[in-house]
């Protein structure tokens, strides 16, 4: 058994990372075409041609970024609801995409997925998993997160149609949350937004003491500290976790068009192989999957990592 597991450790290691190198690509491209003001102060030139384009994308993107004019779907989709406004069009395209490309824009094109990825270069060992009951409890953070979120925003939209005056009072007990309530869970919001403003703070103050001066901002500063140093050893752990645009799209992806495939035929199981599963940054039991077609229960972000590094080629990509 030993020499079975070294002989295929050994093939996936000489697997070609043609797929890790397009994906690479298009992450390092997507970063900087999303915050393009980056590429217009660097070579002084204006992209405002872009920002139409990019202005929606079904990511969470802080629209305080001052690195960038655009916002993500739940952003638009939470705002509107808030003025008491049904964004049925946002929804309509956010389902659409989910259900023809799954979470693919998570894999490949996520500003923050992107960040996560490159925090893992930093992992001197191979990456930590939870233990299954673990990872069970915490992949329902996330919903818990967006339930929250959604009641709190839905209830402020019905009391601005029924009561105005409720409504002025209920929005300011909600206080910073009613103007931005994905910012406290949003990891675009911290790195972007967050960080660098307590950090000029203490630049421009000269005292650390500021970090202190409330519970929310200490716990806020060191929470997501935290969840980048976790990022290092356990992939992808703000996405699988806490993410709520990963929450909303799950529920959709899951019944999405593109999905992943196993020949059960190819495929060595879970003895012998299982390096579909240690590759996962989603930590998905892939050989627990259906092989016909499996999307994680929506948890998938298609990085295909599996398919590259199957040394048996027993993994595709499939459409319908």
């Known amino acids: 058994m030993n020499y079975l597991l070294t002989s295929v450790d050994e093939e996936y290691k000489k697997r070609p990372r043609y797929i890790s190198i397009l994906r690479i690509t298009i992450q390092i491209l997507s970063f900087f075409l999303i915050n393009y003001i980056i590429i217009e102060l660097i070579f002084q030139i204006d992209m405002d041609l872009f920002e139409g384009l990019i202005k929606i994308l079904p990511i969470l993107n802080s629209p305080r970024n001052p690195i960038s004019k655009g916002a993500g779907f739940l952003e638009f989709i939470i705002y509107m609801i808030g003025q008491a406004e049904f964004p049925f069009l946002i929804i309509g395209i956010l389902i659409l995409i989910s259900l023809l490309f799954s ?65 002025i009072e209920y929005k300011s007990n909600l206080g910073t949350f009613a103007d931005k309530p994905l910012g406290y869970f949003s990891l675009s919001e911290y790195l972007f937004v967050f960080f660098p403003e307590i950090i000029q703070d203490i630049i421009n103050s000269g005292e650390i003491q500021i970090l202190f001066s409330d519970f929310l901002t200490f716990f806020i500063f060191f929470f997501y500290i935290i969840i980048l140093i976790l990022a290092v050893y356990y992939p992808r752990v703000y996405c ?68 590259e590094k199957c040394p048996y080629n027993a993994l595709k990509i499939k459409f319908g």
């Open 240 to 307: 699988r976790y806490l993410c709520p645009y990963a929450a909303l799209s799950s529920l959709f992806s899951e019944y999405s068009f593109l999905k992943l495939k196993r020949n059960p035929v190819k495929c060595a199981g879970r003895k012998e192989c299982r390096i579909c599963e240690r590759v996962c940054p989603m930590q998905i039991r892939i050989l627990d999957e259906k092989f016909e077609g499996f999307t994680g229960g929506g948890e998938c972000i298609l990085c295909l990592r599996c398919i």
């Open 103 to 167: 979470r693919i824009f998570c894999g490949f094109i996520c500003p923050i997925g992107s960040i996560q990825d490159f925090l893992s270069i930093f992992r001197s060992k191979k990456k930590k998993q939870f233990s299954r009951n673990t990872h069970k409890f915490l992949i329902h953070i996330k919903l818990v997160i967006l339930l929250i979120i959604i009641i709190a925003i839905m209830s402020l939209g019905i009391a601005k149609m029924i009561n105005p005056i409720f409504y």
